[in-house]
C-alpha cells in the first residue's frame, strides 16, 4: 500500500475509533484543559533559567569568536568585564528573556492541554481496538512532540529578524 493512503487509512481508523466515545467529551476537556497557569509557570521558569545563563553564554560567545583573546572562561570574563564593564555581560537578556519566555510558555502550556486530549483518545483507541496493554509513554511523547512544534513553528519566524 503506498505511504500516503496507509497513513490516511490509519488517520480514519483512530478518526473513527476516537470520535464516538470522545467528539463530547474533547470539547469539554479540551475548554477545561486551559489553564493560563501552565502557560505562565511555562513562560517564567524558562525565561528564568535562560536568563541566569546569559552571562555564561556572552562569554562563551566571544570566545568562539576570537579564541585567541578569550582563552578560558574565567579570564575572558575579566576581561570582558574590565574593557567594556559589568553591564557587557548581560547585552542580549531582553530578547532571551522574551525569546525563551514565550517559547516555555507555548511548549508547557500546550504540553498540558494535548496530554490529556492525546491520553483519552488512546484510551479510546485502545477499547475499541479491545487492546489489554496501554499505550504507555507514547501518548505522553505525542503530546511534547505537539507542544514542541507549536512552540517552533510560531518562534522561527520572530527569530529570523
Keep these: 500500500m503506498h505511504p500516503k493512503r496507509l497513513s490516511l487509512s490509519l488517520l480514519a481508523v483512530v478518526a473513527s475509533a476516537v470520535s464516538p466515545y470522545t467528539a463530547a467529551a474533547s470539547t469539554t476537556?479540551?475548554?477545561?484543559?486551559?489553564?493560563?497557569?501552565?502557560?505562565?509557570a511555562g513562560g517564567t521558569?524558562?525565561?528564568?533559567?535562560?536568563?541566569?545563563?546569559?552571562p555564561i553564554d556572552v562569554v562563551k560567545?566571544?570566545?568562539?569568536?576570537?579564541?585567541?583573546?578569550y582563552k578560558s572562561l574565567i579570564p575572558a570574563t575579566a576581561t570582558i568585564i574590565r574593557e567594556e564593564g559589568a553591564e557587557a555581560l548581560v547585552k542580549g537578556l531582553g530578547p532571551t528573556l522574551v525569546g525563551y519566555g514565550i517559547e516555555g510558555a507555548l511548549k508547557f502550556g500546550i504540553y498540558?492541554?494535548?496530554k490529556p486530549l492525546v491520553v483519552n483518545a488512546f484510551a479510546a483507541l485502545s477499547a475499541k481496538l479491545n487492546l489489554k496493554s496501554s499505550a504507555g509513554a507514547l501518548p505522553f511523547l505525542l503530546a511534547s512532540i505537539a507542544a514542541g512544534a507549536v512552540a517552533s513553528l510560531i518562534l522561527v519566524p520572530m527569530e529570523s529578524t
Excluded: W
Excluded at 45 to 54: D, Q
Excluded at 61 to 69: A, H, L
Design 29 to 40: 476537556s479540551a475548554a477545561s484543559c486551559i489553564d493560563y497557569r501552565y502557560f505562565v
Design 45 to 54: 521558569c524558562a525565561a528564568i533559567s535562560h536568563g541566569i545563563t546569559t
Design 61 to 69: 560567545t566571544r570566545m568562539q569568536s576570537n579564541p585567541e583573546k
Design 112 to 114: 498540558e492541554i494535548t
